[in-house]
């Protein structure tokens, strides 16, 4: 990383003024030709006017104009080895004062590591930017340190602290040599990375480790705090550096420590002085401020999760006569909650409601809302109400969250045994219908207004839906982007239809889930401005042959015709054991509903994978189960439909209710 120097203003005699700390970490006093006492450089004789390289991993990486003091010496910048100026081809600047030129490095430094560190946005690329800064430029090896587990936010951790070796770094043991002559290796003598130190610790209430930590402070490995801190962290005596070798940096966040670093240099190269201490709780304390930064981001982004994962149905039901298949997809990583929403119905008759919608925004707003509107379509489709109706529904309740509230939304109605598909729009994308031979088309709805818009009348179509035919319902974020516009999109879309198609042959139609991710691979770079929901339906239908309907006036004589009528489709289509069964269970359920029925009830049997009964009278009140007593004459009719029916359960119509039932077929066909 290239850093451009900053400029010295000479002042007093040639004596270089020291550059602006806003950080306020480097409070150093320049020479204009001594280095600093004790800070560990070896007096190296005067060099030529010529360039020198500087080492490859130090910040200065230009020219200084500034005159040169009576007896210069060069300084490596903090960090490189001994011998390190031979690893770079980059000139040194000559001429500048020796204190002054390090405190410029240093600033320069600590500029560019908190500018990497900066950069990341989670928990591991803020580790690595720690890290990857200050290796080898700073130290040879690293220890990083965080608590098990991070505290989020103003949450108090319960439990003793617990600090866990989340990511350790060191230099290469052999770096290449570029002086500009022949290639050459320089070995570098290995470091021990705490070879005895454990991946978990513990950290003692009131012991030497606790107290560094509540220091925040870092110390160095020789001072009274550190001598028995260190080998808390690091578990054990032989693994603790001795002198000014190391240092121990605690990591303090907004509110409370939360973890520790441990800086190492090899003996050959100089130790730490001051100012590195300085520079290592700034690397600290930036490095701190964003693993905490980290955590909240990385709760938001679960708490985002969570709450688009409950919005969306976990599975989809299978209703007779129809498969399923979904798709959701966020807008982006850094926008992982959206107002779109796909959901499947299973409604009485076998018939299946199929809705998709979108709610304007990429927001927890937008997902809250697109919650209540779903679960009030979800009400509404229980309440049997057609299509449109459900849409005039959904648009006062949009109204009812606020004036502002926008979403488009399609609601259709499958039913297996007509065939037939009665959809109602809202201002959504119209759905493509890919058929059995491999011809995909765009079907033709009213395209109606928003939901929210309010005062519109919505209309529905009813169309055929043939077997082997698909059903593709999708949000605008598939069709639309800043590279397309919406019919464009519809259009590729129904050309990508057709042609994944072709290639199943057209007796045949493609598999459902293969089909879903090819249509999402249509996608380009440039084409993810919006979350993405997609409803696929296969048509299977029900075969006119495997129905069986009858109306029953409702008198006495009726539950003795049900059981003759329910005989004879049984033997017609060969399930003669399961007469005795089924003729209890619909006696019991026909003379229930012709007992407060005041218009003809209604009997039907589907064969599919499960016997099926459904019987329907105009009493919208919804039977309960109850325990009769012994002395009961009544009240044990659902007692036996439960106790030998598969499924059972009464859904309320606009016209009534429906009472079904559904049994296992013989030979496991269920």
Known sequence: MTEHPTSHEGRHHGT?????????????????????????????PRRSPAPTPAPEAGPADAEHSQPRSPSPEPVRPPGPPEGGERRTGLPRPAGQPTAMRRDGDRLRFVGAATRRIARGI?????????????????????????????????E???????????????????????????????????????????????????????????????????????????PELLGGERAVPTGRRAILAPLRGRRRVIGAAVFLRHPNRPAFDGDDLLVAGQLATHSALGIDKAVLYGREAYIADELQRTMLPETLPRPTGVRLASRYLPAAETARVGGDWYDA?????????????????????????????????????????????????????AQRLGTDRMATCLYAVYDPVSHRITIANAGHPPPVLLHLGGRAEVLRVPPGAPIGVGGVDFEAVELDAPAGA?????????????????????????????????????????????????????????????????????????????VAYWFLDPEDAAPGRARRLARS???????????????????????????????????????????????GDDVPQLPRQRQARATDEGGRGLFLVNRLARRWGATRLSTGKVVWFELARPGGGG
Request: hydrophobic fraction near 45%.
């Open 569 to 615: 489709a049984l033997a017609r289509w060969g399930l003669e054991e399961m007469t005795d069964s089924v003729e209890l269970l619909v006696s019991e359920v026909v003379t229930n509903a012709v007992r407060y029925a005041s218009r003809p009830v209604t009997l039907r049997l589907l064969r599919t994978d499960v016997l099926r009964c459904e019987v």
């Open 122 to 154: 989670d928990l591991d690329e803020i580790v690595m930017g720690l890290c990857r800064a200050t290796v080898p430029t700073f130290a040879d090896a690293i220890l990083v340190y965080l608590r098990e587990p991070l505290p989020v936010g103003d």
């Open 345 to 397: 119905i299973p409604l009485p008759g076998s018939r299946v409601a199929l809705v998709v919608g979108d709610v304007m925004g990429h927001s927890m707003t937008s997902a809250a809302i697109m919650g209540q509107l779903r679960t009030t379509a979800q009400t509404l489709a229980g309440l049997d109400l057609p299509p449109q109706e459900v849409l005039h529904h959904l648009d006062e309740q």
């Open 156 to 230: 108090r951790p319960t439990g003793p602290m617990v600090l866990r070796l989340r990511r350790t770094d060191r230099v290469p043991d052999a770096m290449e040599d570029t002086d500009g002559g022949p290639a050459a290796t320089v070995v570098v003598p290995p470091i021990e990375l705490a070879p005895d130190s454990v991946e978990l610790c513990e950290v003692r209430a009131g012991g030497s480790l606790a107290e560094v930590l509540r220091g925040v402070r870092p110390v160095f490995a020789d001072s009274p705090a550190a001598l028995a801190a260190l």
């Open 16 to 44: 270089a003024a020291r550059p602006a700390d806003p950080r306020g970490a480097l409070r150093r006093t320049p020479q204009a030709s001594v280095a600093p006492a004790g800070d560990g450089l070896p007096q190296q």
């Open 470 to 546: 698909t059903l593709l319902l999708y949000t605008d974020g598939l069709v639309e982007s800043r590279l397309r516009d919406v019919w464009t999109g519809i259009e590729q879309l129904r050309e990508r239809l057709a042609a994944t198609a072709q290639l199943t042959g057209h007796d045949h139609p493609p598999p459902l889930e293969a089909l879903c991710d090819d249509v999402l691979d249509m996608l380009g770079p440039g084409d993810r401005d919006d979350d993405i929901a997609l409803l696929a339906a296969r048509f299977d239908g029900i075969a006119p042959s495997d």
